[in-house]
Structure formats: structure tokens, C-alpha cells
């Protein structure tokens, strides 16, 4: 397996060809989208990735180049409930089969299971890496138990107390009558 620290641009059907198995570990300030989705310093964070690129035949016998990938991750991210910073931990296993064209990825996208991507002599790895990172963000991200407690009124109960001023709209109530 070779081991890079930035995911790097390549020719899919040559990876394949191959049987090219590659990992590394890069910073995640390197991702521009993951960053503006971290509410914290990014300097320290890091992206685990490994792909491995293979051929393998259908059931009618004929080959397609497959990809493998695999990423671990942390964001802070801001608690929806308690608004306290939120480590989130992200897990990505994803299979991708690659196709000839958009038009075929088109076409077999409602009949087959798996991911499809357009094959490419420009496949761009980082690229596909932080997609499927940003994909498996929590749509609401929440503690399990916030480490505050947890505002659940939604008025301040001190809102409603007269304070010895006359009300402005007093003097409406009294235009009303005449």
C-alpha cells in the first residue's frame, strides 16, 4: 500500500489495471469545506483515508473498475440543543463501481445499489474524500447528554411583570373610544 499524505489526481483504469491500494493521512485544514463546517481550530485535525482500486467481473463476465474507500475523521461541530462545542467522530466505508459516461451513470443509477462514478484519467481523490465526509455530517449534530443544562422556555418568565410604566398603547385604547 503506498502511503501519501495528500490524496493525489489519477487514472482510475490504470489504478485498476494496477490494483492500486493507497492511504495516508492529511490535515484537515487541506479541506476547504470540512473547514467551514469545524468550529474550531483545524491545525491539529487530521483525515485517515485508504483506497484500493480493482477490477472485478459482473455475473455476464464483464469487468469494472471498482474503488474502495475508507475515511476517518473528528469536526467540533456546535451542539443544536445546547449550543456547546461538539466533537463528532465520522466513520466513511464506501464501495464506488465506475462508469464510461454520465449518460451510463444516468441510466443504471435506479437499477443498481452501489455508487456510480464517471471514470476519469483526472480522478481527483481529495475531492471525493471530502464529499463523502461532508455526506455523513449530522444534519442536526447533538450531545448525547449536553454537559449544560438545557434551556427549555422559550420566554423569559420576567417578561410579563409590570415595572410601573404605563403602557404606550394605553393612550391608543383611550383614541379608540372617542
Not at 485544514?29 to 484500493?52: F, I, M, P
Not at 461538539?86 to 444516468?106: I, T
Not at 462514478?117 to 471525493?128: E, G, K, P, Q, Y
Request: aromatic share 6%; proline share 6%.
Amino acid at each position: 500500500m503506498m502511503q501519501h499524505s495528500h490524496p493525489p489526481i489519477l487514472d482510475v483504469a490504470h489504478a485498476a489495471l494496477d490494483g492500486t491500494a493507497l492511504a495516508g493521512v492529511d490535515k484537515l485544514s487541506n479541506y476547504e469545506r470540512l473547514k467551514a463546517e469545524c468550529q474550531s481550530d483545524t491545525d491539529e485535525k487530521v483525515v485517515r483515508w485508504a483506497a484500493r482500486f480493482t477490477l472485478r467481473a459482473d455475473q455476464a463476465g464483464v469487468q469494472s473498475v471498482w474503488l474502495g474507500l475508507t475515511v476517518d475523521t473528528s469536526l467540533v461541530q456546535v451542539c443544536q440543543r445546547c449550543l456547546q462545542p461538539l466533537e463528532v467522530a465520522l466513520h466513511v466505508v464506501r464501495a464506488f463501481r465506475f462508469v464510461e459516461s454520465e449518460a451510463v451513470a444516468a441510466q443504471e443509477d435506479d437499477d443498481c445499489e452501489e455508487d456510480l462514478l464517471v471514470i476519469s484519467r483526472t480522478f481527483d481523490l481529495a475531492v471525493l474524500i471530502e464529499d463523502e465526509v461532508l455526506l455523513e455530517l449530522p444534519l442536526v449534530p447533538r450531545h448525547d447528554v449536553c454537559p449544560v443544562p438545557v434551556k427549555t422556555t422559550v420566554a423569559d418568565p420576567e417578561f410579563d411583570q409590570v415595572d410601573g410604566k404605563p403602557n404606550p398603547f394605553a393612550a391608543l385604547a383611550a383614541l379608540k373610544g372617542k
